[in-house]
């Protein structure tokens, strides 16, 4: 099973950036299709955005579409989000989630927060 470490979440103001990482470590992300979800507090963890490894297709939630953007980088075997414009309401725990011939694994994830 692959294990995920989540990284570069932080405190950014309305309008701001950040870029999250994903490290898979023990397995490689070979096959796997990689994805972003976010819990707020109270809510339900909530898809944010997914790449297949394999093709490079990617897919996003409609509230991110055009702000967010997800990446990898085979050489490093680590996948990004880029979060530009954010907004109070993408205020989050962040976690990285790979599906992998059946079977999946979750980071402890990364705290996103923004300010207004």
């Known amino acids: 099973q692959v294990q995920l470490v989540e990284s570069g979440g932080g405190s950014v103001q309305a309008g701001g950036s950040l870029r999250l990482s994903c490290a898979a470590s023990?397995?490689?992300?070979?096959?796997?299709?990689i994805s972003w979800f976010r819990q707020a507090p109270g809510k339900e963890r909530e898809f944010v955005a997914l790449?297949?490894?394999?093709?490079?297709?990617?897919s996003y939630v409609d509230s991110v579409k055009g702000r967010f953007t997800i990446s990898r980088d085979n050489a490093k075997n680590t996948v990004y989000l880029q979060m530009n414009s954010l907004k109070p309401e993408d205020t989050a725990v962040y976690y990285c989630?790979?599906?992998?011939?059946?079977?999946?694994?979750w980071g402890l994830g990364t705290q996103v927060t923004v300010s207004s």
């Open positions: 023990g397995r490689t992300f070979s096959r796997a299709v």
């Open positions: 989630n790979a599906v992998r011939d059946g079977s999946a694994s």
């Open positions: 790449i297949s490894w394999i093709t490079g297709s990617t």
